[in-house]
Structures are given as structure tokens and as C-alpha cells.
């Protein structure tokens, strides 16, 4: 059985910059505004039908919460590596465990 976690909205620096500015004035700003919010609207909605319901993260790139996307998407890179992040790449902070690490952590008490 499959359990979604997180289930996450990305919203694009410019989106992010053109709400956070309130330049929702103008009439086809006002649409864009309708346009970023509808993910989230769709978001909300599945989230409902599921159980254990998923914690919703909205986040903005360069946000506080895009470290969960980018734990996702390389998760072997963060803080405590001993390798550098790849050319062009971020460094990731995240408080997560890797899979690797849990499962050690999970075959010392089995043996305990």
C-alpha cells in the first residue's frame, strides 16, 4: 500500500514575486493570481479523499519550505555529506534522515 507524505505545491520565482509585490490590480494579473491558485485549490481537494491525509506544502523557489522538493529530488547531497553538491547545484538543509539511515538506524534495534 502506498502513502503519500507530502503532497507539494511549487510555485516559480516570478509567480512568487508578482503576488507577494500586490500588484493584483490589474485585470490580467487578477487571472494569474486565479492560475496560481488553482493547484493548490486541486491540492486541497485530493487531499481530502485521502487516508492518512498528507501534510500540503506550498512553497516558493528559494522559499524556506523548497527544501522539501529539493530533498526529493537529490537527497544524497545535504549538509553532513562528505561529497560537494554537483556543478550549478544547491546545497540541500534538510533535518531529514536518508533511507540509508534509517534503515541502519532500524537494523541496530532489531538486533538490540
Known amino acids: 500500500m502506498l502513502y503519500i507524505l507530502h503532497f507539494l505545491v511549487f510555485s516559480?520565482?516570478?509567480?512568487?514575486?508578482?503576488?507577494e509585490k500586490s500588484?493584483?490590480?490589474?485585470?490580467?494579473?487578477?487571472m494569474f493570481a486565479?492560475?496560481?491558485?488553482?493547484?493548490?485549490?486541486?491540492?486541497?481537494s485530493i487531499i481530502k479523499e485521502r487516508f492518512p491525509v498528507p501534510r500540503l506544502v506550498v512553497c516558493?523557489?528559494?522559499?524556506?519550505q523548497a527544501r522539501f522538493l529539493l530533498a526529493k529530488l537529490n537527497p544524497s547531497v545535504t549538509y553532513d555529506s562528505d561529497s560537494p553538491p554537483p556543478p550549478g547545484g544547491d546545497?540541500?538543509?534538510?533535518?531529514?534522515?536518508?533511507?540509508?539511515?534509517?534503515m541502519e538506524h532500524l537494523q541496530r534495534l532489531a538486533v538490540q
Open 91 to 102: 546545497m540541500i538543509f534538510t533535518d531529514d534522515a536518508s533511507f540509508q539511515v534509517f
Open 34 to 44: 486565479q492560475l496560481l491558485q488553482a493547484p493548490q485549490e486541486e491540492a486541497d
Open 23 to 30: 500588484c493584483i490590480t490589474l485585470y490580467y494579473v487578477q
Open 12 to 19: 516559480f520565482e516570478f509567480s512568487h514575486v508578482v503576488v
Open 60 to 64: 516558493d523557489q528559494y522559499g524556506s
